[in-house]
């Protein structure tokens, strides 16, 4: 029995079956949330407990953070980590809204049981939200939410750092307070160049937060939580590494570092945020059961991993998505520092669950070879981390009407177009080849699990990387890895070389080749412009015209005429001794990009400068291939000079000699005087 199509079991939320996704709901901001700006989804306690997944990671931190409020044993600083780059203003949210908006939310099963603090308070500092040159200082902003700001006003206007015993009074007559710090390397940053601009001791950001530790750390009612980022982005220079590394040590000696999300946790949260349901548990491990027997049954084709118990557990837990496609995303395209790993994957996932499901794509799962890079939104989500010269890749060799991958699955028959082989591997193969600390590649075994589902046969795939190679221009393969590069490939290289080939190289190139195969079984005439190029005498004669004079059935060929009938200003005498061999018209064509083939191959290998560029399996395909042309360059040759006019009681009549024998070295005089010997039309003297 066949499988349920994911989309048939599993509904996604309303905005993103309607096509009305709006990205912002991928973008939470804990400064928004503090001043009412941010999307309902997030502004609003109830919505947003709704949909979000109580992790184990932060339904810890979360008991942490309630208990020590209330006076009990917990971590007093908290420095959140998240292994994929992901989570942490999620987990900033959920403190917030449990100790601000408790009362609304408390209705709610994901909050049951959790302890609630009476007149507990919080303070939010969001280093990208706040003014470092005129607005409140840290200091001065924390103290104002708490309402405790003229304790402190001189040394926020003089923008000093309070010292403890100052804030020790503003945290005592607080009471339960949480303080949320996020994005703080950013403003320290700008606020230590704001201090040396207006002259004052730089460093007073970072003293405050060494003092503000230890103060928390001393209080029985407090709770302060900072989130810094594990390395330094692009934007920031080495006094921002040297600040990252100075708020660390701060930090880090009375700090707790708590992980919001771990394991098959992220495929928790992926569901909950983009689908209302995902369909029965049944559904599910039959999908499951189905991919691990097909992994089974290819065995060592396949890699290992896939092919354990525990994976088919982690499609369970992954569905409707298949493990692969949210692996690659967090592993190689999370690595990079541009790319927000949770926002970027669930709005990536978001709009590859709308694409799919408005055209209805026949699989259980939604694997990484389904990924329409020909949708403006997604191509967009990549390249703008690798550069934009990859949109004309994509656009070349993957995606879109007039991509070589789209081609080859409609040359390559219903199956091929149905399930759209070549583009889906090209595809996957795209999004395995990047990550921000090298270059990637992936495998075949690897591309069969991106690929292969019900209904596509195994043995289709290498045949399908067979024609990626042969035809893409930016396709890189070594050693059976595959990639995608912006340098291109020995495919593209022979086009462009062949675009410098011009006619009179391939005509010149022809001439000299046709010479050399011409033989001595009649004496050969090889491009006679007139008849007086042509002697006339008892020895048999075959003239081999040029492209110029090519075979048409329509149409009488003069110059032919003139060779049976006249010897230069007289008349011939032994006409029957007389053959004309031309070529046939599509043959020549074929012929033609041979040659041209030929002479790219042969400039690309004298080159020394091209064949550096190239890596040693293209090099030994570039040899290969020079050898092979060069190889079948005499049967094009025999194959095209088709036709055969001879004179007879009719006058000129023209024979097909037809295609020759596979494999045959013949000459062209010796292949036309065993034709006519054979049909009668010439007899051995």
Do not use: C
Request: glycine share 6%; proline share 4%.
């Amino acid at each position: 029995m066949a499988l349920k199509l994911w989309w048939q079991v599993a509904t996604p939320h309303k905005d993103i079956r309607e096509g009305k996704l709006n990205e912002a709901i991928f973008a939470a901001d804990l400064g928004d949330v503090h001043i009412g700006k941010a999307p309902l989804e997030y502004n609003d306690p109830v919505l947003f407990f709704q949909k979000t997944y109580l992790t184990q990671g932060l339904k810890t931190l979360l008991e942490n953070v309630l208990f020590r409020l209330n006076g009990g044993k917990g971590d007093p600083v908290i420095q959140l980590q998240t292994p994929f780059g992901g989570g942490k203003t999620h987990a900033l949210l959920t403190l917030y809204h449990a100790i601000k908006n408790r009362k609304e939310i408390a209705h709610l099963p994901i909050i049951s049981g959790l302890p609630e603090i009476k007149n507990a308070k919080v303070a939010v500092f969001v280093g990208t939200h706040a003014d470092a040159v005129s607005g409140k200082t840290l200091w001065g902003e924390i103290a104002s939410q708490l309402g405790q700001y003229e304790v402190i006003k001189d040394h926020d206007r003089k923008r000093i750092a309070p010292g403890k015993e100052k804030f020790r009074q503003i945290l005592d007559a607080s009471g339960h307070t949480l303080i949320l710090l996020d994005e703080l390397l950013e403003y320290i940053v700008k606020a230590n160049r704001a201090e040396k601009v207006e002259r004052i001791t730089q460093g007073q950001t970072l003293a405050f937060i060494q003092e503000l530790t230890e103060l928390v750390a001393t209080s029985g009612k407090s709770v302060l939580v900072i989130t810094l980022p594990a390395s330094i982005l692009e934007q920031y220079d080495e006094e921002a590494e040297k600040t990252l590394q100075q708020l660390q040590k701060i930090s880090g000696r009375v700090e707790a570092i708590y992980t919001p999300v771990e394991g098959f946790e992220i495929y928790e949260i992926i569901r909950k945020r983009l689908f209302e349901n995902i369909g029965d548990e049944k559904t599910r491990r039959e999908v499951a059961q189905s991919y691990f027997d097909l992994y089974q049954k290819l065995g060592t084709d396949v890699p290992s991993y896939v092919r354990e118990v525990a994976y088919r557990e982690k499609i369970i837990r992954a569905y409707p998505f298949h493990p692969e496609l949210i692996d690659v995303l967090y592993e190689r395209w999370g690595s990079f520092p541009t790319f927000q790993r949770t926002r970027g994957v669930l709005r990536l996932l978001a709009e590859i669950v709308a694409d799919t499901y408005k055209q209805k794509i026949p699989s259980p799962l939604i694997q990484s070879s389904m990924v329409n890079l020909e949708k403006p939104v997604l191509r967009r989500e990549f390249i703008k981390h690798i550069g934009n010269e990859y949109d004309s890749i994509i656009s070349s060799d993957i995606a879109g009407k007039d991509a070589k991958a789209s081609k080859i699955d409609r040359e390559m028959g219903s199956e091929y177009e149905k399930y759209g082989i070549a583009k889906g591997i090209a595809t996957s193969v795209f999004l395995n080849s990047f990550s921000a600390g090298a270059s990637k590649e992936t495998t075949l075994p690897r591309i069969r699990v991106a690929l292969l589902r019900e209904g596509i046969p195994e043995t289709i795939v290498g045949d399908a990387i067979a024609k990626l190679e042969e035809e893409l221009w930016y396709f890189h393969s070594e050693k059976k890895q595959y990639a995608f590069r912006s340098q291109p490939n020995l495919n593209r290289i022979i086009v462009d070389k062949e675009e410098t080939i011009f006619d009179s190289r391939i005509i010149e190139e022809l001439k000299a080749k046709i010479q050399k195969s011409s033989g001595d079984a009649f004496e050969v005439y090889l491009w006679p412009e007139n008849s007086s190029d042509i002697p006339d005498n008892k020895n048999p004669k075959l003239i081999i015209l040029s492209p110029d004079f090519l075979y048409d059935s329509n149409k009488e060929n003069k110059l032919v005429s003139e060779f049976f009938e006249k010897a230069g200003t007289g008349f011939r005498v032994y006409k029957n001794l007389l053959f004309v061999l031309s070529m046939d018209s599509t043959q020549y064509i074929i012929l033609k990009k041979s040659l041209k083939r030929f002479l790219a191959l042969a400039e690309i290998q004298q080159d020394k400068n091209l064949i550096e560029r190239l890596n040693k399996e293209s090099q030994e395909e570039l040899k290969s291939k020079l050898k092979e042309t060069e190889k079948d360059l005499p049967m094009k040759i025999l194959t095209a000079y088709r036709y055969l006019a001879i004179l007879d009681v009719n006058g000129v009549n023209w024979l097909d000699v037809g295609i020759p024998t596979v494999g045959s070295n013949d000459s062209i005089s010796k292949r036309v005087k065993q034709y006519l010997i054979d049909k009668e039309k010439f007899f051995l003297a």
